[in-house]
């Protein structure tokens, strides 16, 4: 069947070279393996709270608190250049700087084969949705002739199952799944606030949420770093959810206060 052979090509669009002794040890290529782009901004964003430059805004955003010194990291740069005033995360994150800088994180991780190329995932689900349609004209003429159409039904449900599962791909290959999973289980979620700045980044970028609250509380929910932010942040980059409270520790938990140095 002509959807039969759409699917294979699908399937081999999908087929990613693995790096299964790849380690992720960089924070921010980490973070895009686990979160994305959004993910690799967040770490940015901690980062430049622990050396004393961003702080939180009103309204969920994000803003300059002073000035940036010393060497940093490219995406903390392009970071720091979007909050030319007072942004929330998502709106970081679609900045033009920042977008390059991720998208040079995103070749890195694809060039390891630890997640698959956006162009070639978006030709996969259109050669599944081909697929899908071709099996369903088949079902309306009658293809194959002379079956009854229960068995047509049966023999058809394969490659749209199939269709089905190759649109649900994660981005992650095998090969990213294996290095994120060896990495969290080398570097677990931290228990306390006792860490190094280099620590922190490393444990943000591997384990999110649960990592930002125990590190950063009072910065991570006053600046709208949680990934349950994202839905309520409006165009203008100001998150309107509401917190019940929580924890802090006055600006921020752990070595806030402005940890100097390319961080």
């Not at 895009?32 to 901004?41: C, E, I």
């Not at 992650?172 to 306390?192: I, K, M, V």
Request: some cysteine.
């Amino acid at each position: 069947m002509a959807g039969t052979g759409l699917i294979v090509t699908a399937g081999a669009l999908l087929r990613a070279p693995g790096t299964a002794a790849g380690e992720v040890t960089d924070p921010y290529e980490a973070a895009y393996l686990r979160d994305g782009r959004r993910g690799a901004v967040v770490v940015a964003l901690v980062a430049l709270h622990l050396r004393g430059t961003v702080d939180a805004g009103a309204h969920r955003t994000a803003r300059i608190s002073g000035p940036l010194q010393g060497l940093s990291h490219p995406l903390q740069l392009a970071v720091y250049e979007a909050l030319y005033r007072p942004t929330g995360v998502n709106t970081v994150a679609v900045s033009r700087r920042v977008r390059r800088e991720t998208d040079v994180l995103r070749e890195r991780l694809t060039d390891a084969g630890l997640i698959r190329r956006d162009r070639r995932r978006r030709a996969a689900r259109v050669l599944a949705c081909a697929a899908v349609l071709t099996v369903a004209a088949g079902l309306v003429t009658g293809l194959p002739t002379g079956w009854e159409p229960p068995l047509r039904a049966a023999v058809s449900a394969v490659p749209v199952a199939a269709a089905l599962a190759l649109w649900a791909v994660p981005r992650r290959t095998r090969a990213g799944r294996q290095a994120l999973r060896r990495a969290q289980e080398r570097f677990p979620r931290p228990q306390s606030r006792r860490a190094s700045p280099e620590s922190v980044l490393l444990a943000v970028a591997l384990h999110g949420d649960p990592a930002l609250r125990l590190a950063v509380p009072h910065f991570t929910r006053e600046a709208g770093l949680l990934a349950r932010h994202d839905r309520t942040e409006s165009l203008y980059g100001v998150n309107h959810w509401k917190s019940g409270g929580g924890g802090g520790c006055g600006s921020g938990g752990l070595s806030c206060g402005g940890a100097g140095g390319g961080v």
